[in-house]
């Protein structure tokens, strides 16, 4: 009897797991209809704030990647962009939109970004760039401020890492002043002084805002949210799932 019962279980586990990979599947969804359009009428995402990502600047005119022939405005491929990982001629970028109050996007950055990191990144496959939402509330902007502040001390992965190893399983974790300090410490942030003066500065909540407007105009209304090989990809979904996603955006890329 009880055999039975275990594999009754097994069954529905296993018919669990494959509805979820099919639902995953139908997350693979064109939201590009959007996304063409913005292209062609020149929109781009928020800058990164500072003189590196100053557009008018001719260092970072030299020294800036920018999107292929194919490939969407959002894509940066910008030289030392501190929210990128991974080589700037990888074959493929995904692109990953962010909250830092969603429960989803601290699943994500536990569990699977390290995997991906791991298989993709560090083998040169695949480039990830960050964008950020603030879908949350008032102290899901400032997170994001906190995170480009982290940034501009070359420690914005290391910050999203110490945020979404805190995050609680479900809900939306509270992100006061003093708690993104301690995030920052955590992260190992060298100038604590500089970074909590940034929580404050413009120029950085203003490119955050930039973002997130941006990322409304693109149809992203969801976290966490990517875009890889043309396709798009919603949720924090299972590492098999991620790798038969970038798989295909590689063998697409060629």
Known sequence: MK??????RLRQARQR???RVAIAAGAVVAFL???LA???TGGRAGPIAGPAADPSSPAA???AG???AGEFAFVRRQHSDPMAVGAVDAPVVLVQWTDMRCPFCAVFNRETLPVLQREYVDTGKVRIEIHDVAFFGEQSEDGAVAARAAAEQGRFFEYLAAAYRDAPDKGHPDLPRERLVAFAEKAGVPDLGRFTADLDDAGLRAAARSSNSEAGR???TTVPFFVAGGTSLSGAQ???VFRQYLDAAIAKAG
Do not use: D, E
């Open 33 to 35: 209809g959007v996304v």
């Open 3 to 8: 055999s039975h019962q275990q594999a009754a």
């Open 17 to 19: 797991r494959n509805r």
């Open 66 to 68: 920018g999107a292929r």
């Open 238 to 240: 299972p590492i098999a």
């Open 218 to 220: 693109l149809g992203v």
């Open 61 to 63: 005119s030299a020294s």
């Open 38 to 40: 913005a292209q062609l």
